[in-house]
């Protein structure tokens, strides 16, 4: 069982940067894999970044880059998705999320623990 909760959403200028954090608990969470996804208002949820328990792998979706950078520390239980060069399209409700695998992982229904999401709006 891994428990995760997001923060650091918030309110920010187009060209700003944002950094999430994922709060994780549950006795084997250096063993996930770790992944962000958002969700914007009328839309499905979509990958943003995954990451596994070692950080050997990091996936990227297109949109994101080269601007977003995951991390995680597993001596704090906490996972990051650092987000740089926001545009207004970047607005969404961000989930992080975990899976019981060792790779990385892209799809929304491989992943077994979800957190709450955290609201990040990006004004022009």
């Known amino acids: 069982q891994v428990q995760v909760v997001e923060s650091g959403g918030g309110l920010v200028q187009a060209g700003g940067s944002l950094r999430l954090s994922c709060a994780a608990s549950?006795?084997?969470?250096?063993?996930?894999?770790m992944g962000w996804f958002r969700q914007a208002p009328g839309k499905e949820r979509e990958f943003v970044a995954t990451?596994?328990?070692?950080?050997?792998?990091?996936h990227y979706a297109d949109s994101v880059k080269g601007r977003f950078t995951i991390s995680r520390d597993n001596a704090k239980s906490t996972v990051y998705l650092q987000m740089n060069s926001l545009k207004p399209e970047d607005t969404a409700v961000y989930f992080c999320?975990?899976?019981?695998?060792?790779?990385?992982?892209?799809?929304?229904?491989?992943?077994?623990?979800w957190g709450q999401g955290t609201q990040v709006t990006v004004s022009s």
């Open positions: 549950g006795r084997t969470f250096s063993t996930y894999t």
């Open positions: 990451i596994t328990w070692n950080s050997a792998s990091t």
């Open positions: 999320a975990a899976s019981n695998t060792s790779v990385v992982v892209t799809t929304r229904k491989r992943y077994d623990y």
